[in-house]
């Protein structure tokens, strides 16, 4: 497990931030478990970057995959397991590991109202927000920085999904 934010375990990444929160990123390969302590006051979740595996533990775990994302509800710990180990599969190549991003937070009490890429505490101040990136008082991301890697094309080029510039412009509006 890497850590990014926080303490896990006693162990405290490099990132600062200004709320208690924890980030880690975790490789599991196929058999493994990961139990991470989770103190009761914070929100645990486990996003699913690569694979497949479960979640909980106990008697009736829940199946995850890439893409998803597992709220766990009051606790203590969590448990993340890496894909199941096929018994008599020696001879073949054994499933992908497991990547998870593992996020732990105090709740803020707070309205949280989403837009794009903008998360603020109300749609006054979503609406402030897409007006200063529109008007390029947030910054500006030069043309072609942004190139999310999505795979490789037949001939072996990255494809990219989008391309940002000095003319990207977003509107918002409510009903």
Known sequence: MR???GTFGGVTGPGS???????AHATLPP????????PSSQNALVYVLKGT???GGGDDPADIEQGRLAVFGPGDALTVSGPTLTSGAEDRPGPDPLEVIVLG???IGA?????????MNSKAEIARAVDDFNNGR???VPAGAIRP???????GVRTPVARYGPDARLSASWR
Do not use: K, M, N
Request: aromatic share 6%; proline share 12%; glycine share 14%.
């Open 105 to 107: 937070g105090e709740p």
């Open 31 to 38: 058999g493994s478990v990961l139990h991470v302590d989770a």
């Open 53 to 55: 595996g479960t979640v």
């Open 3 to 5: 850590i990014i934010a």
């Open 17 to 23: 931030t200004h709320t208690p929160i924890r980030v």
């Open 138 to 140: 947030i910054g500006t």
């Open 149 to 155: 890697f999505r795979g490789l094309t037949p001939s």
């Open 111 to 119: 309205p949280v109202v989403q837009y794009g890429p903008f998360v």
